[in-house]
């Protein structure tokens, strides 16, 4: 008996062994170029940091994205997923060890003998006996992997759980990047009802004057009228502005975990760029983005499952194995006079299933194709995000220049023209314009900045973050 144990620990330890899929570059052939397209003045791949958000060298936005990864329900949800994928593959790859049981049990046995008298009952009595048996037995039960089928089902579990651990990374790589953007909006948004405000007093200091001089009888009412219309207007303005940065402060204190109460102190202003990033070389997205390496693993769980469908063809063997002690006495169950054992061998060949097992195949092939798509549509998405938000950072830079000279000749124009209505040599239609084209300048510079900001951020993403590879 101990020799058989002693077979069954050996083969297992051998047979046993089942691993996650190796790692591919890419599953499928690109055309990818040597280089991105839309330019990169930095090419090495080891230099993107892993708390990318430092960058913007902000402490509050540190501390912000530091309480969301603690906090954040979604990502604990995420969390949990891991946490579910790894018991999946402990249960998958379980039947490639032998299921070992141990059971005591007890019986109680009368027996009557109908037809047997007793001797010297006088013929009234019936001949009976009860007996009383304990035992004590150790069950084994172990399907033998000469095929691989079961190894197969574990890797492909194990892929599973290595996808899950990539979507958590991803999680993470996404509410770093919503809770930076909200952060960005919400000071935007603080700027913007600061410029709203100050605007509205501007309005409001030109209309008294306007208001003093048509009393005097130097103005006349269209004046008046059209400089209420702008106070009127900037004060909506105010309102929406108002809006806007409550819901923007709520909005972030969601992502935080906090309940939405508009409380969280906003900075006052954006800050500037950063310095460029290293963009790495196309051929090396794979191993950053966690949503490739999610596709990367879900055909590499595909091509496992298609080897654990064919196998199933092949015969299964099975072994079982029990050992114990039987006795009358619950004192003699750990005696070894009283050692029973059996040991027994099967082999099942499946010969006619309906058509099951050809149909799972072709199943398992189905769902590999799927896959193998599915992760060259990722990587071409991919591609175009980082070339996108290459581009995106040139177009925006060049826009943001733009709108800053723009807004310092409007509020130029502004002032010149407040000056010359103060001395009577322009008109207040002149006044007017001048004044909402400077608002509207000053405005479009703020949220050009905050865009440029959020396209740091998007290439960030695009590139995964500066998270690595999973373990």
């Known amino acids: 008996m101990r020799m058989i144990y002693a077979i069954l620990t050996a083969s297992t330890l051998f047979l046993s062994c089942a691993s996650a899929p190796k790692r591919q570059s890419s599953p499928v052939k690109n055309q990818v170029p040597n280089a991105w397209t839309a330019g990169s003045t930095i090419s090495d791949r080891q230099s993107i940091k892993v708390y990318w958000w430092r960058d913007f060298q902000d402490t509050q936005l540190d501390s912000l994205i530091t309480n969301a990864l603690k906090y954040n329900y979604n990502l604990k949800a995420a969390a949990q997923r891991v946490q579910a994928a790894r018991a999946q ?45 304990y035992g004590l037995s150790t069950n084994l039960n172990w399907e033998i992997d000469l095929w691989g089928r079961l190894r197969n089902d574990k890797a492909a579990a194990l892929a599973d759980y290595q996808g899950a651990q990539a979507d958590h990374l991803g999680a993470r790589l996404s509410l770093s990047g919503q809770t930076t953007k909200s952060w960005f909006a919400a000071i935007e948004a603080r700027r913007q009802l600061d ?32 400089s209420l ?52 070389l196309p051929a090396d997205l794979i ?63 499946p010969l006619f299933q309906g058509g099951r097992l050809r149909a799972g195949i072709k199943l398992a092939e189905a769902n590999q194709e799927q896959a193998l798509a599915g992760f060259a549509e990722q990587a071409l998405r991919a591609y175009g995000e980082v070339e996108s938000a290459l581009m995106a950072e040139t177009y925006l830079r060049d826009r943001e220049n733009a709108l800053r000279e723009a807004s310092e000749q409007a509020v130029a124009a502004r002032e010149l023209a407040e000056n010359r209505y103060t001395r009577g040599v322009s ?26 900001l959020d396209a740091r951020v998007d290439l960030y993403l695009a590139l995964g973050g500066g998270f690595g590879e999973i373990d």
Do not use: C
């Not at 005591?104 to 013929?123: C, D, E, Y």
């Not at 405000?197 to 009412?221: C, H, K, M």
């Open 89 to 133: 593959a402990t249960i998958v790859g379980a039947p490639l060890f032998p299921q070992v049981s141990l059971g005591l049990n007890g019986a109680k046995r009368h027996q009557n003998f109908i037809g047997f008298p007793i001797p010297g009952s006088g013929g009234g009595g019936v001949l009976s006996t009860t007996a009383t048996t």
């Open 195 to 226: 410029l709203a405000q100050s605007t509205r007093d501007n309005f409001q200091a030109v209309n008294d004057q306007i208001q003093t001089r048509y009393e005097s009888g130097l103005r006349p009412p269209l004046d008046l009228r059209l």
């Open 229 to 280: 219309s702008n106070v009127a207007t900037a004060e909506a303005v105010v309102a929406l502005r108002r809006q806007q940065y409550d819901g923007a402060v709520r909005q972030l204190e969601i992502l935080l975990g906090r309940y939405p109460a508009a409380e969280l102190a906003i900075a006052q202003d954006l800050l500037p760029m950063p310095a460029p990033i290293p963009a790495g």
């Open 287 to 349: 191993a950053r983005r966690p949503d490739l390496m999610i596709a990367e693993r879900q055909v590499a769980a595909a091509n496992a499952r298609v080897k654990v469908a064919k196998r199933a063809r092949y015969p299964s063997i099975s072994l079982t194995s029990s050992g114990g002690t039987s006795s009358a006495n619950l004192s003699n169950l750990l005696s070894g006079d009283f050692i029973v054992w059996s040991f027994a061998g099967n082999l099942l060949q």
């Open 427 to 452: 008109d207040v239609i002149t006044l007017l314009g001048s004044q909402r084209r400077a608002f509207e300048a000053e405005g479009q510079y703020l949220t050009v900045r905050r865009q440029r």
